[in-house]
């Protein structure tokens, strides 16, 4: 089964590490605008593109897991290479298939600590954000500030500083 199944596996990885760069692209532009402080518009838009992919992704992930079934493997690393372990005992050639996994492996990490790095800044800002709405709206047990030597201080205070 595996002599039908490797040619399509091969052009599955590559089209895998083609949507994973467009996700990387995606991921980095964000990075870029959440650094620049662009409008939500603009974050919101990214976040639909990377949304589109995902769900692309995750059909790449699919079918790459109903591949490796058919040799009663599972989608994993260790699957994988025992997949390409056995298409090597059937005389497959192998080396586009296991370069593009191994840039496909790479790439994936990358995503993913483009993707949490980008999540905590998100999260910064929100409570960025948070923070000063609590202030305007005097919610806010505390607000620090600084003093003329430069160390910081927290007054309580009680008062909205702007209403709607």
């Not at 995606?26 to 919101?44: F, G, M, P, V, Y």
């Not at 298939?97 to 905590?120: P, R, V």
Request: aromatic content about 6%; glycine content about 4%.
């Amino acid at each position: 089964m595996i002599k039908k199944t490797y040619p399509i596996t091969e052009k599955l990885l590559i089209q895998g590490y083609k949507l994973n760069q467009e996700l990387l692209s995606i991921l980095e532009r964000e990075a870029e605008k959440l650094n620049s402080r662009q409008d939500a518009a603009t974050i919101a838009q990214l976040a639909e593109q990377k949304k589109r992919i995902s769900q692309q992704i995750e059909q790449f992930s699919l079918q790459l897991t109903q591949i490796l079934a058919t040799e009663d493997l599972e989608l994993a690393s260790s699957g994988v290479q025992e997949y390409f372990a056995r298409a090597r005992s059937a005389n497959l050639p192998l080396k586009q298939g296991l370069e593009t996994w191994q840039k496909l492996t790479q790439l994936i990490k990358q995503c993913q600590q483009m993707n949490e790095q980008n999540g905590a800044s998100i999260s910064l800002l929100m409570r960025h954000n948070q923070r000063i709405q609590q202030i305007f709206r005097g919610n806010s047990p505390f607000a620090t500030t600084y003093t003329a030597k430069g160390s910081t201080t927290a007054t309580h205070i009680s008062r909205a500083i702007a209403s709607a």
